[in-house]
């Protein structure tokens, strides 16, 4: 059964304190894997699209990278409004439209 | 911005009322999606079109009904709802599957 997990569930991060979220993930044939970040009360912003092992992705503060079991979510020098919960997803080759999301990771960075 | 647009963004109803939940997209996507969340939970899938044909029904109880009335709009009708239907109602888009999700900001819906 396709499964994505991620941890920790919550962090509190001080300004420019870098730190890393995990996605863990068991899928047949990884479609692709998908970064999200939420505000409260909004629905998901998207932010970036794996598809292969090796593959990176970054954009101003975060940086995406994915292996064959895993994918984490680095964030460089965070600032006060990167603030949100973080949420992976994953499309495996049985679930066409069926994306299976991870229950996030809550991030809050103090000024 | 978000370039999926919900209306509402708020709606309380009672339990035997009939009200109705608007998407709109503009992005040529062919794929739209009803997701339900929860406070703290991830958004669950509810419903899938594809080319404007139901895809996918999560075994979604019958007061909600979807509807897809041309490439770029998604409606869900809401009839005798439940308190526990209480819940941030998404609506989302994708080009195709291996796409990611455009998500709008939702629907607070408060069943009373």
């Known amino acids: 059964e396709d499964q994505v997990t991620q941890s920790p569930e919550a962090l509190r991060l001080q300004e420019g304190e870098s730190s890393s979220l995990n996605c863990s993930y068991t899928v047949s044939g990884l479609r692709g894997l998908f970064w999200y970040r939420q505000d409260p009360g909004k629905g998901p912003e998207f932010l970036f699209t794996l598809y292969s092992a090796g593959e990176e992705k970054e954009k101003e503060r975060l940086k995406a990278t994915l292996t064959k079991k895993e994918s984490f979510l680095h964030i460089t020098a965070p600032k006060p409004e990167d603030s949100a919960t973080y949420l992976c997803a994953v499309q495996g080759e049985t679930g066409t439209y069926k994306y299976i999301f991870g229950t996030g990771t809550r991030l809050k960075v103090l000024a | 911005d978000t370039e999926v647009t919900q209306t509402p963004k708020h709606l309380v109803m009672g339990m035997t009322n009939k009200k109705s939940l608007k998407c709109e997209q503009h992005?040529?996507?062919?794929?739209m999606y009803w997701y339900k969340q929860k406070a703290k939970k991830p958004p669950e899938l509810m419903f899938v079109y594809s080319y404007e044909k139901l895809s996918i029904n999560e075994s979604v109880p019958s007061r909600f009904s979807p509807e897809c009335p041309n490439s770029s709009l998604l409606n869900l009708h809401l009839h005798a709802l439940q308190p526990e239907d209480s819940a941030l109602y998404l609506c989302a888009s994708s080009q195709g599957t291996n796409s990611p999700l455009h998500f709008g900001n939702g629907t607070r819906l408060t069943v009373t």
């Open positions: 992005m040529g996507h062919r794929a």
